[in-house]
């Protein structure tokens, strides 16, 4: 099975403060993505990537940004962390072309106090 | 820009008990998929639905696509607790480069 591993499951921040939220995943896919969950809004993209060092802005990418240096690694970046970035942050990856399965990791519930 | 609206928002029932949940577009979609997310958890593909008017069964659970690709429906039979979880579809964007999610539906399922 396909593991997509999420570097912290809870995290909490000071605004101003630069976050790193890590995700690796285990099984060669291309395709990796960055959405945040809040109620009753659902799951929005912030970004996506379909190969190293290669990215394309989601629905929602201001006050973020994402590295993918090796194709088993895809990190979001929050340059200055702020209150409206409290959310649960969830990684995903699918094969190349294959954007509509996706495997997600277990989720980074960020607050930023 | 290609929305997915879920109704119920919302849902508790007894153990045993049906129920449906909608997911409902104005766009036509070339598939949709049913995700369950359990507390804590990331969501998991449940299903993929493709053609129109296709009816899938997984277990207890019934998907089914509208004729005209536009709506999809999840069917549970004598629900157990463990199908308490966030119920999501999701479909193609518009450039078939991503999904999009609806706001799901949570499911609470008492024993």
Known sequence: DVKVTQSSRYLVKRTGEKVFLECVQDMDHENMFWYRQDPGLGLRLIYFSYDVKMKEKGDIPEGYSVSREKKERFSLILESASTNQTSMYLCASSLWGRFEKLFFGSGTQLSVL | ?111
């Open chain 2, 1 to 111: 820009t290609q929305l997915l609206e879920q109704s119920p928002q919302f849902l508790s029932i007894q153990e045993g008990e049906n129920l449906t949940v909608y997911c409902n577009s104005s766009s036509v979609f070339s598939s949709l998929q049913w995700y369950r997310q359990e507390p804590g958890e990331g969501p998991v593909l449940l299903v993929t639905v493709v053609t129109g008017g296709e009816v899938k069964k997984l277990k207890r659970l019934t998907f089914q696509f509208g004729d005209a690709r536009k709506d999809s429906s999840l069917h549970i039979t004598a629900a157990q607790p463990g199908d308490t979880g966030l119920y999501l579809c999701a479909g193609p964007g518009e450039y078939g480069n991503k999904l999009v999610f609806g706001a799901g539906t949570i499911l609470r399922v008492k024993s």
